[in-house]
């Protein structure tokens, strides 16, 4: 895996490039100290993914996200920002981010979101995930805030439209708890089909319905 970490402090990415490097093995490591440097570095490098901070000299995190993706739409983003404002947090996800996670996390946790984002995986950091789901203007449902984490990714997973198999097969579960958990989701929101979870997504804006990059 080739990964790009851009932020403007060396110490940072010195520090987490070590990290990533022992716990990623094999993983080729790159850094960009500013967002001009990380859209350059993916034109010429193609990583995998970008982890981005958001506040960097010259054009933030944000627009660096969205001229990376008009450009290299395959690359995954993983934002790891101090910043963890709810409105920060969706301006990223709606550049085109596959994740969004704060310095404060652990260790693991940040490899956690950068397998699944390299794998195409959604992974927003759970208390933001829970705050993003009940503070946005049109979220009117307050069903979703007693999610646990995995109920919520699931919920995300088959808004997506995942099946069982798949999202058996990117969470490393089996099907069969899978689909408890997917009865748990229908019984705890009150819906009898995955076409009403998926309305039910789109209600509350966690997905969105519109024309996807190719």
Do not use: W
Not at 51 to 59: A, E, H, T
Not at 137 to 159: G, H, N, S
């Amino acid at each position: 895996m080739k990964i790009l970490i851009t932020d403007d402090h060396a110490v940072v990415r010195q520090g987490y490039a070590s990290l990533l490097s022992a716990m990623l093995a094999p993983c080729e490591v790159l850094e960009a100290e500013n967002g001009d440097k990380a859209c350059a570095l993916c034109q010429s490098d193609r990583p995998d993914v970008v982890i981005m901070d958001v506040n960097m000299k010259g054009i933030s995190g944000i627009e660096a996200t969205r001229r990376i993706l008009q450009r290299n739409p395959d690359i995954k983003i993983l934002f790891f920002s101090m910043y963890d404002e709810i409105p920060v947090v969706t301006q990223a996800l709606e550049a085109g981010a596959k994740g969004y996670i704060t310095k404060n996390c652990t260790p693991e946790i940040l490899i956690e979101a950068v397998n699944k984002v390299s794998n195409g995986q959604l992974y927003v950091e759970h208390e933001l995930a829970m705050r993003l789901a009940v503070t946005r203007p049109e979220q009117k449902d307050k069903r979703l805030k007693e999610m646990t984490q995995r109920e919520f990714e699931i919920f995300v997973m088959l808004a997506q439209g995942n099946n069982v198999k798949e999202i058996s097969e990117q969470l490393c579960i089996s099907s069969k708890t899978v689909s408890n958990y997917t009865a748990i989701l229908k019984s705890k929101l009150n819906i009898d089909s995955i076409a009403e979870l998926v309305h039910l997504a789109i209600e509350t804006g966690l997905i969105k319905v519109g024309p996807r990059i190719s």
